[in-house]
Each structure stands twice: as structure tokens, then as C-alpha cells.
């Protein structure tokens, strides 16, 4: 059995059968838990008043909902596949929001979603589970938003086909996944072939000893050792949206985008398209 699982079974004591009841094959289940333990680690360093602020930066500086959604929120069903610590989860709610469902692979990023936002606790709905195998009907959300998730799992693609699903005619996705090339993903990735010679724990204690500051740690973590981390060229991701489906595809700009610093230290920059489901009826 993998470590990541037996992390898992120590850790959360959760029911054996749980682990086994997600719908995805064993190979993908074991990379998307460990992904979700290592963000789980990562968020719970943030106390409340940081997470407060690093979320505040990330969608009113960073990487904002679009406008156009945020009225188009209120009043909606909507669902954060990927919620990590409940991020936008929060931002949906506050932005009025009849409901948010949120779902993740790490059951301390489904623990962080819950408590960070217990105040609006009884319009929210948070479950374990993968954004491959999406535990909800056909064309029930009105607004479906995957924030840097897609690009860590065994099958973006058929992740994106999972969002697309539970969407309904006329409602509205937002997702966002890195793009290609640039000085910074060449550092990152010189930066990765350390982590087989770094164990990640050592590299954890290390950072936290020599710098508290949360947000470094989620940068350092996060680039280094999430078990996978695909690059995406814009027009592979246009090609998502097929335009029998979709209406309205904009690609956004963001602090993360090529705009920011450049092409050449951003390269495809951070790819964040918003689209609406078509309504053909
Ligand atoms: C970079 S974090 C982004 C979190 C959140 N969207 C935000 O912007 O704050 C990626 C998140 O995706 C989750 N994740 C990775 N693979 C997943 C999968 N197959 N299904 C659901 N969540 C997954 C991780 O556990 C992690 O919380």
C-alpha cells in the first residue's frame, strides 16, 4: 500500500470502504490523495487571519471571479471542484450564493473548507471526492468553477468532461490550469528533479524553520512536490470548449497571466478561460 494511503488511514481514521467508493481506478485514487495531503498540510500552516488575506489577494488581486459572474452568482447552485482550503467557496457564499457544493481530495482540504467558512455553514455542502468522478447528477449547477486543479490529476481532460456534465444549459465555468514555457516554469521544473533527493518532509520542516511565512511554504510545496504538474498551451485549452457546447469563451487575464511579467518569465502564463453552457431547448 502506498504512503499516501496509509497517511491517510492513520491520520483521518476514516472508513475503509470510503477509499474504495470513488468511482476511479486505484492508480488515480492514490495520486489525488497524496496531491490533496500535501495541500491539506500546506493550508493548515495558514492561520485565520493569513488565510483570510491570501484569499482576499488571490480573488480580488490575483485571480478574480469575472465580474460578469459575480452578479450572475446570486441566487445560484454552485460548485468548487478542488475547493483546497475553500477559497472561492468563500468568495461564491459572500457573493450570494443560494448554495455552494465543494468537493476535494484531500480530506484536510475538505476539513479546512468547512471550518474557514462554518459561518455560512448551512448553504454549503462539502464532500471527498474527485473531480474525475464528480458525485453529483447531470446539469445540476448553474455555475461550476475549477481553479488550478484540472493540470494535477492522471486526466484533465476528463476532468473537464466531469465539470461539463454537471452543468446546466445556460449556465457558466470558470477553470484555470498553467500554461507552457517561460523562465519561471524552467526554474520550477530544474526545482523539481530535486524532490527525489529532498524527502518532503525534511524540505516542510526545513522551510518552516527558516521561514514562518505560509505563503512561501505554499509556493515552495506546492511547486516541488505536487506529484503531478501538466503545462498547457492556450489554444489546448480553447479546444476544450467545443463550440457545439459553448458560448461566450473568453480567456482572462490574471496577476498569473503572461501580461504580468512578460511571455518570457510567465511564458503561457496562467490559463483561466470562462465560458456558458449552451442552451439548445
Ligand atoms: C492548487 S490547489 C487549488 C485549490 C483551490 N482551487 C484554490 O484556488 O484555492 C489544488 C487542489 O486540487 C485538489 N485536487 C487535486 N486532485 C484532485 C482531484 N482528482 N479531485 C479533486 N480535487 C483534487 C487538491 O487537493 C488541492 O486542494
Redesign the pocket.
Known sequence: MALASIQYWGLDRKPFLQRFAMGINSADREI?LK??EL?ASIWDQFDDAQWAQFSDD?FNKWSPLPKENQEFIKGKICL??????G??VRSMLLTGAKKVCA????VG?VRNTEDRNKDQSDRLEVKH????KIPYPDEIFDFVHC???LH??TDPAG?FAELVRVLRPGGRIVIAVYGRGGLMNFAIYSARMFRNIIPQGFMFGLMKTLNPDPVMLYALM?CMYVPIRKNYYINEIREWFDDSTFTDVVRMDSIWGPYAYGRWMKGEGYIKFRATKLDTA
Request: negative net charge; glycine residues 20%.
Open positions: 489525488a496531491t490533496g495541500y488571490h468548487d471542484a478542488g475547493c483546497g482550503s477559497r472561492a468537493i476535494d481530495m484531500g482540504c471526492a474527485s473531480v474525475l481553479d488550478g486543479v494535477h490529476t476532468g506546492d
